[in-house]
């Protein structure tokens, strides 16, 4: 009995490991990986956009489709020359994640420096290949506010008894701004559910692909956080020596299996299908991008607020005829309900989007919509 019970617990232990790239033979290469050679020709002019184009103006072009959006990233990642600045609340070592892993560090061979700013809460959910990153000469890693996955016990400790609030600062900001000519930023994390490539359910989300003035204050508000005493080098919360070799990584890219060709090639040809997207831009004289700074509210009365939640109720508080809002997650404070009721009171159409009960993926966010659904119909909104 105790024979099959040891077996059992072996067999157990076998299915725990890592999903992706402990399988991965590296003799079974389906591809070459070709060489990274370092080119002299700017993001911009790839794209045909001319430095006069930009200079004074911001093109925005909204990402709607998840596979769209996943190619462009990776474009950025293939034809950047200088540098990568990547920031995400989660970074996940599942298919589409190990894939823009292999593409950045195809980036940092040919020479492009690249820093990379994770936030703790997620630090540990199967992420260990990503963090192996920080291993190359080129490549740097935070990770923000560390204490929850990272970090020593007396660091846990500490943060637990002295403050504890802090357990629930995190960074939720997505940004990738390379070069600083080109910026992607909105709602997508590096998952596969963001990027359609989940077999289980993929969210509906949208990302706005930014060039020409604007992309300055992406970069402004990444070396705000970057910066700050609350992001952390990686190298310092990890004992572990990481391993210089990424050729496993670049075998399991090179698997049609996990990386189809055809993918591969939207990528190849992505300056192409940017002519049809280029007469899609908005081009406009200003472009106000939004961000808390790190800590958030952490000097203000009950570390309640901030410079997002400021910046939103000043966009409601000026609007005349309608307000349409698209979120997750719909749960209001008294603070808001009046925000909202107001605008009724004003005559200004309020119309809401948010997920049922089939389609959310998070049922305890639910629950707070669910519980406070009478109320907001009964300002006059609509919620759809």
């Known amino acids: 009995m105790f024979q099959k019970l040891l077996v059992l617990v072996f067999v157990l232990l076998i299915g725990c490991g890592p999903k992706y790239l402990k399988k991965t033979a590296l003799l079974a290469y389906a591809c070459r990986v070709e060489k990274a050679e370092k080119d002299s020709i700017s993001l911009l002019d790839k794209l045909g956009l001319p430095a006069s184009m930009i200079a004074n103006r911001t093109g925005i072009y909204s990402l709607e489709n998840g596979g769209e959006s996943f190619v462009i990233r990776n474009w950025l990642f293939e034809n950047a020359q200088k540098t990568l600045d990547i920031q995400y609340y989660m970074f996940l070592r599942d298919k589409t994640g190990?894939?823009?892993?292999?593409?950045?560090?195809?980036?940092?061979?040919?020479?492009?420096?690249?820093?990379?700013?994770l936030d703790d809460a997620t630090?540990?959910?199967?992420?260990?290949?990503?963090?192996?990153?920080?291993?190359?000469?080129?490549?740097?890693?935070?990770v923000y506010n560390p204490g929850v996955k990272l970090g020593s016990v007396f660091m846990r400790v500490k943060k637990l008894f002295t403050t504890p609030w802090h357990f629930h600062r995190r960074m939720h900001n997505k940004t990738l701004t390379a070069d600083g000519e080109v910026a992607i930023s909105g709602g997508r994390n590096i998952a596969d559910e963001y990027f359609d490539y989940d077999h289980r359910y993929n969210f509906r989300d949208r990302d706005v692909f930014i060039v020409g003035r604007s992309v300055k204050a992406v970069t402004a508000s990444f070396e705000d956080f970057w910066n700050s005493?609350?992001?952390?080098?990686?190298?310092?919360?990890?004992?572990?020596?990481q391993a210089r070799n990424f050729d496993r990584l670049h075998a399991y890219v090179c698997d049609e299996r996990n990386y189809s060709a055809e993918m591969k090639n939207k990528v190849k040809n992505f300056p192409a299908r940017f002519k049809t997207l280029a007469a899609e831009f908005v081009w406009v004289n200003n472009v106000s991008f939004v961000s808390d700074m790190p800590g958030k509210n952490e000097n203000k009365k009950n570390h309640e607020g901030g410079i997002c939640k400021d910046s939103l109720y000043a966009v409601l508080k000026r609007a005349k005829k309608t307000v349409d809002i698209q979120s997750s997650y719909l749960i209001v404070n008294?603070?808001?309900?009046?925000?909202?009721?107001?605008?009724?009171?004003?005559?200004?159409?309020?119309?809401?989007?948010?997920?049922?009960l089939c389609s959310i993926d998070n049922i305890e966010a639910f629950s707070g919509y669910q519980r406070d659904r009478e109320m907001i119909l009964n300002t006059g909104i609509e919620v759809l």
């Open 98 to 117: 190990l894939i823009c892993a292999d593409y950045i560090v195809r980036a940092a061979d040919r020479g492009v420096k690249i820093r990379i700013l």
């Open 334 to 356: 008294d603070e808001q309900e009046k925000v909202l009721t107001d605008l009724v009171k004003r005559g200004v159409k309020v119309r809401i989007l948010t997920n049922s």
């Open 123 to 142: 630090a540990k959910n199967g992420s260990h290949e990503i963090y192996a990153l920080d291993a190359h000469a080129n490549i740097d890693i935070k």
């Open 229 to 241: 005493e609350l992001s952390v080098p990686y190298k310092d919360l990890s004992k572990k020596t």
